[in-house]
Structures are given as C-alpha cells and as structure tokens.
C-alpha cells in the first residue's frame, strides 16, 4: 500500500512544479508585451523630422526629365559643294547681323555659273531662232493659201469660159465637167492649207510659251547659282552666339552640310521627356513645373513629337520667364507635369516616412508623445501629399523613417 501512495505523491508535484514553470513562462511573456506596448521609450527629436499639417492648395504631377536649351537656334549650310578657305570667328563667339564667320572656295561655283550663263545666252538665241522660224512656216502658209484662192478664182473664170462655149457648141461636155472636178479639188486643197495656217498658228503659240518657260527656268537657275554664290562667304542672320562651328579649313563640304550654328542664349526652352505611359496627360497647353537648383518655374507644353523612342515621349516646354537668369544652356532640370490641383485643401511635406499608399500609419506628435494614427491620403507630388482624414491643420507629423518604432504606438520625444 506504501508504493502506490508514493508515485501519486510524486506526480502530483511534477504537475505542481509544472504548472508553475507555465505560470512564469506568461508573466514573462506578459511582461514583454506590457513594456513593448505600454513603456514609451524616448527619442532624441533632431533624429526625426518632423512636418505641419497645413492648409492651402496642391497639384498632383508626373515625373520627366529635361534639359535647357537656346529657344531659337539655327544652323548655316553649305550652299554647293565647295572647301572652307577661311575662319574669322570660333566657337563661343558673340555675333551681330552680317558678322563674317566662314569664307568659302568660290572658284568651282564661279565655273559653274559662267558655264550656265553661257548656256542660258546660247538657249536665248536658238529661241529667237525657232521663233523666226515659226514666223516663217506661218507666213508660208499664208502666201500658199493666197495663191491657191488666186487659182481657184482662175479656175473658176476658165470653168465659165468653157459653158459659154458649150452652150454655142464651141467646147465638149468632157472638158467642162474636168474643169469642174478641178475647181473641186483646189477647194479642198485650200481648205487643207487654212487648216494648217489655224494649226500652226495655235502649235506655235504653245511651242513660244513653253520655249519662254524653258528659258525661265534655266534664268532661275542662274539666279540661284548667282546668289549661291553670294553665300560663299556665311555671315550670321541674327544676333546670337556660335555654339558650333566646322573648322576644318580645307575641307570639302557638300551641299546641305552644317557649316555652323548660331544660338540666342537671352531666351531658353525646355525638351523633356517622359514615360509614354503619361501619353493620355502630355498635351499641347498642359502646365508644367520646371526644377532648377531647387527652385521652380511654370511652364507650358508647347508641342510634342510625333514618334516614340525607347518607350519615351519626348515635347517642348515654352516657359513663363525664358530670360531667367537661373538658365544655362544643356542644364539639366527636372520637370513635372500637373494633371490636377485642388483648392483649399490640406497637405503635409513628404519624407522618407510617407509612402504612396492611399491609407497608412504615421506618428502624430502632440506634447511630446508621438501617437500612432492611421491617415489617408488624396493627391500628391514629389514635395507634398494631400490629407483627407483626420488630421487636422496644425498638426505635426513626423515624416522621416519610423520603421524602427513601427512595434510600437506610442513613444515620448526628449
């Protein structure tokens, strides 16, 4: 009877001694989650950055890149194919209308329209030429006709002559009746020859004209060679300054071949480009903010290019202040299309801290004591982002990175 008494004495304090390992095992556990979620730990406040909730209005935007350039720009091409003789001005040099840059090789163009000159005086004479000649053949004609109704007229005085003879008997029927057919056979003749007079008349009226244009053509051409010609020495039309210039001296240009170009670095303009997912919201009109060095200007989309390259869009931005000192040519800028803005709204700076999520937990910071609270958002842009609910005007948020605090929904602030 010992035995059995003792091993139930003996587990029954291996379940008090159980039981009270589990007992220690939750007021630790316990205690963990008391001091996770009830002590508040304090935070040294230059740590943090904190923002105000205020009250005013804000746009939302897409993101592009862009870079500055002269807003009127133009290049100077070789008029013929010629070499450049002579550099009077470089690269970066400041010009005036009519400044002298470049001197072109003119001895090959002087060739050229000596060569078409001569061409066009010699097609002058064979045109007086053919034109006499048409005066001629017409004048032929004339006459021709002129002669034939002269021997209709006899033919048909003979034909008279013949029936008066016929009738006292002096002259056979037979040669009446050729006559007749004779007199027939002129008529029809010169009807042939009045045709043709009309004909030629009108084929040389066309043949003169299309002579005329002819020779219009090749005095054009002349015209263009001559002023060709002209621009063998390349002045600027407009004040600006050079920003490339070909100074090969020497070399041999072909027609159409930049020779230089010319800047007006007093006004500028942005070309952008953006992801051609933001196609529906590129368009000629649309407001834009262009970022230099921090600071913004407005901006306008002033055209956009038909084709896109490498999934990107590329357009024209005309802006509000082009003469703006902060401008530089080829600088870099961020640009950033607005495609709403809501009046009268609240919004907070963004952070490190603010996500693009429309609903997210922030720490509220109120005397001291930085309160977990759950926020949703409306629009937004890269500095701000719009408050629907409950946030109030004047209050303070931080905005840096709080992953470490994210265990818990309190901490104090030193």
Known sequence: MDRPLEQKEKRLAALKKSIKWILFLGILILGFVYLKNKLKPEVDPKKLFIATVEEGSIIQTLSAS?????????????PVITEIKHIFLTNGAKVKPG??????????TKLEYEKLKDELMLRK???NKLKLLFDKELKDLDVQNQIKALRINETDALLKSQIRLKNIGGAAAEEVEKIKIQLDIMALEKKMLENDLQYKRTVNVVEKQNLELEYGIQSKKLQELQRKLTETTVTAEQEGVITWINENIGKTVQPGEPLVRIANLNQYRVEAVTSDRNMSYVKPGTMVRVRINQKDMNGTISHILPAIDN?????????????????RPNQKTEVFIITEEKMNTLKLKTGPGINAAKTQLVYVVKNNLASKTKIEKGISNPDFVEIISPLKPGDRVIISDTEKFNHLTQFSIK
């Open 66 to 78: 862009g870079t500055v350039v002269p807003a009127y720009e133009y290049t100077i091409n070789a």
């Open 99 to 108: 400044s002298k840059i470049l001197e072109l090789d003119q001895e090959y």
């Open 125 to 127: 004479n064979n045109i």
């Open 311 to 327: 999934n990107t869009l590329k357009f024209h931005v005309t802006l509000e202040d082009p003469s703006s000192e902060m401008l």
